[in-house]
């Protein structure tokens, strides 16, 4: 009961916190922000301290490499982080923008607008730089938002949260218009989603368990954030010191992230000279390669893959690799197992881009390019609130106008309806 009482108190400040927010000037939103990003460098060492105790908790836990990595701070990611902020002020403020008007014959003069949803609920894991973001495009966007991060980096999101309040109610934004929720169990998650009429929107960010448990439990409307089971497909045309570099790139550059590469798809044409120059490449950084029994008859050196690797996020140095008839069959399955996250195609052949970029039903679909791009940042959309793989309102790496309604202003002079 008190676990309900104190999340439902949080919510209802927010919620009247996002009102006299909707009634701020971007000028002072944007003045606040700056004012957060520079504080967070300023007490970045209230920060790493409070992080290297959580890490040193999770490396005593023999937590994964990969996860720990998630949790990391330094002085670079947060500089990065402030950053982040930096850009987003650097943009266009979605709320109030216009996209639709008219003046009907009657004399009503109809606009539809960009508007903030009000509280936007966050539920997240392991990496603290998304406190950060989410309350940065929150902000910007006119919504007060609701956080509730992974019981893993508790002490680092709780400073975050801390210097970046103060420097909004320092500068004219309510403070109670940022709320985390600081109860580490786990309940508190389907409490949140329940709070129907002050919650206005719930995004997950995390892994498919999380996400899964939010859809099944929430009464408030979810954008879903879906896992990145990624692939990259080299075509048969494809230039081969291109496809090794963006391969190693969407792999190993960050392994942990959902924008890696899980999947390596290759055609059969160019398999036998090509696999074996990827296959190392991959063994010298360390990458435990599983093929099909196509691949290990070229390149014994895999383990081979189960079904159900080609369904799996390893977020690790961990890569799958299958061999393929054609852009088709590649296509098809990626379709099939891919969680339409980011995908790309390496080739010099127009037509092959042009269908892979139709036909692979994805969020995000590159040509010649590493899937670690699917990014806010990488999109110039200063931080992102999440990358959305669903298809209703928001796809793809969510920035400002991700987190904004519509609502129609409709101004008369005494009309009434016939």
Avoid at 399 to 406: D, F, P, S
Wanted: charged share 30%; with cysteine.
């Amino acid at each position: 009961m008190f676990m309900k009482d104190h999340v439902t108190k949080q919510a209802r400040r927010a919620k009247e916190a996002s009102r006299k927010l909707a009634c701020i000037p971007a000028e002072i939103r944007n003045t606040a922000l700056l004012a957060m990003a520079d504080a967070l460098e300023a007490r970045q060492d209230e920060i790493l301290e409070a992080n290297a105790k959580e890490v040193a908790a999770a490396k005593e836990k023999s937590t994964r490499p990969n996860m720990i990595d998630r949790l990391i701070l330094t002085p670079k990611r947060i500089s990065d982080m402030a950053e982040g902020i930096r850009q987003v002020v650097k943009l266009e403020d979605p709320t109030g923008k216009i996209d639709f008007e008219v003046t009907r014959p009657n004399g009503l003069k109809i606009r539809r607008v960009r508007a903030p949803f009000g509280v936007v609920g966050i539920i997240y894991e392991a990496r603290p730089n998304v406190t950060a973001d989410a309350i940065s495009l929150c902000i910007k966007s006119g919504n007060a938002c609701l956080l509730r991060g992974g019981s893993e980096a508790i002490r680092t999101n709780k400073k975050i949260v801390e210097i970046m309040k103060e420097a909004a109610a320092a500068n004219g934004i309510p403070s109670t218009a940022i709320e985390f929720i600081g109860i580490i169990d786990r309940d508190v998650v389907v409490v949140m989603c329940r709070l129907r009429k002050l919650v206005d929107v719930i995004i997950p960010r995390g892994g498919a368990g999380l996400i899964q448990r939010i859809i099944e439990h929430s009464t408030v409307p979810v954008i879903e954030t879906g896992t990145g089971i990624c692939h990259t497909f080299v075509d048969k045309t494809a230039d081969f010191d291109m496809a090794i570099k963006v391969c190693m790139n969407a792999k190993t550059q960050r392994p942990s992230v959902c924008n890696a590469m899980e999947t390596l798809l290759i055609h059969k044409d160019i398999a036998e000279e090509f696999l074996p120059k990827i296959s190392q490449a991959m063994i010298d950084s360390k990458v435990e390669l599983r093929g099909d029994d196509a691949c290990l008859k070229i390149f014994p050196d895999m383990k081979p893959a189960t079904e159900d690797d080609w369904s799996t996020e390893y977020n690790d140095l961990i890569l799958s690799v299958k061999i393929v008839d054609d852009v088709d069959a590649a296509i098809e399955h990626i379709n099939k197992y891919s969680s339409q996250h980011s995908d790309a195609i390496i080739t010099r052949d127009a037509d092959n881009a042009q269908k892979f970029k139709l036909m692979v039903d994805s969020a995000n679909v590159y040509v010649n390019a590493s899937t670690r791009f699917t990014d806010g940042f990488e999109f110039g959309f200063g931080a992102e609130i999440g990358i959305s793989t669903q298809k209703l309102h928001a796809r793809g790496p969510m920035g400002l106008e991700a987190l904004t309604t519509m609502k129609y202003l409709i101004d008369g002079d005494g009309q009434v309806r016939q």
